[in-house]
C-alpha cells in the first residue's frame, strides 16, 4: 500500500489529491456541510424560553457547538447560571425545540454539493459521520438534497463515544469497508481532526466552520480548504 501524500498549495488554497490512494470520505456535517448555527441558536434559546432563563448569543452557540447536544446544553446552562437540575427538562426541551425547527435557520455551504459529486466521481464512498443526534442529522440532510450522498449516516448516539475520540471514525471506516489510511475525514474542527490523527485517517479542514472559537488552521490537519469544492485531484 503506497503512502498517502497531499500537496497543499496555499496560493489556490486548493489540496491535490491522487485519488488511487483514496477509498472514501468521511463528511462532518454542521459546520462542514450546513451552516446550522441558526437551528442551534433558536433551538436553545426555546428551551431557555421554556425553563424561564435568559436567552445567549449566536457567539456563546458558535463557540460551544461540536461535541454533541449534551455538551452544548450544559454550555448554554452554565453561561445563564441555570441550576445541575435544569439538565434533564431543558434536554428534553431542546430535543422538542430542535425537531421542531430543524433546517430552517440552516443553509448548505457554497461549494458543498459540487464537492460531494466530486468525491463520489472519483470513486469515492461517502459517509456523514456527526455529533448530531443520527434522526437530525438524516431529516436535515434529506431537507437539504444531501442525503443521497451518502451511503452510511451516523450520528453522535450512533457509537459509544463521540469524536474528538477516534471511535466513531474507526466503526464508520468498519461499516464502509475501508482502512482508516485510505479514507479521508473532512470536517470543521479540531474536533474531527484529533480524532482523524488518533483512527489514522488523513485530514482536510474547511476554514468557515466552528472552531470553538479558535482560529481554524492552528489545528493539527494535513489541509485547509475555503470551500468543499476546492478538492482536486492530481
Ligand atoms: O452537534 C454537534 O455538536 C455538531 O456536530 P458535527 O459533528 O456535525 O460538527
Ligand atoms: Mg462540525
Not at 498517502?4 to 454542521?30: E, G, K
Not at 452544548?72 to 441555570?82: E, F, K, Y
Not at 470536517?187 to 482536510?204: E, F, K, L
Request: hydrophobic residues 45%.
Amino acid at each position: 500500500m503506497r503512502e498517502f501524500s497531499v500537496a497543499y498549495s496555499v496560493a489556490v488554497n486548493t489540496i491535490h489529491f491522487n485519488h488511487d490512494r483514496l477509498d472514501a470520505a468521511i463528511v462532518d456535517l454542521d459546520g462542514t456541510m450546513v451552516d446550522t448555527l441558526g437551528d442551534f441558536h433558536a433551538a436553545l434559546n426555546g428551551m431557555l424560553a421554556d425553563l424561564w432563563l435568559p436567552a445567549v448569543s449566536r457567539e456563546l452557540v458558535e463557540r460551544s457547538v461540536g461535541k454533541g447536544s449534551e455538551h452544548l446544553i450544559r454550555c448554554v446552562l452554565a453561561d445563564v447560571g441555570g441550576p445541575a437540575s435544569a439538565y434533564e427538562p431543558a434536554w428534553a426541551a431542546y430535543q422538542a425545540h430542535y425537531d421542531r425547527i430543524n433546517g430552517d435557520h440552516s443553509d448548505v455551504y457554497a461549494g458543498v454539493p459540487e464537492g460531494l459529486a466530486a468525491l463520489a466521481a472519483h470513486g469515492l464512498k461517502l459517509a456523514c459521520l456527526t455529533n448530531k443526534p443520527g434522526a437530525f442529522a438524516r431529516d436535515l440532510l434529506a431537507m437539504k438534497g444531501l442525503a443521497n450522498r451518502f451511503s452510511l449516516v451516523f450520528g453522535g448516539d450512533a457509537f459509544e463515544r463521540k469524536k474528538p475520540d477516534p471511535l466513531p471514525l474507526l466503526k464508520t471506516c468498519e461499516a464502509l469497508g475501508t482502512s482508516p489510511q485510505r479514507t479521508l475525514v473532512i470536517g470543521d474542527s479540531s474536533n474531527d481532526a484529533q480524532a482523524a490523527r488518533a483512527a489514522g485517517c488523513p485530514v482536510v479542514l474547511v476554514t468557515y466552520g466552528y472552531n470553538h472559537g479558535e482560529p481554524v488552521t492552528a489545528v493539527d490537519a494535513d489541509g485547509f480548504v475555503d470551500r468543499l469544492d476546492a478538492l482536486r485531484w492530481a
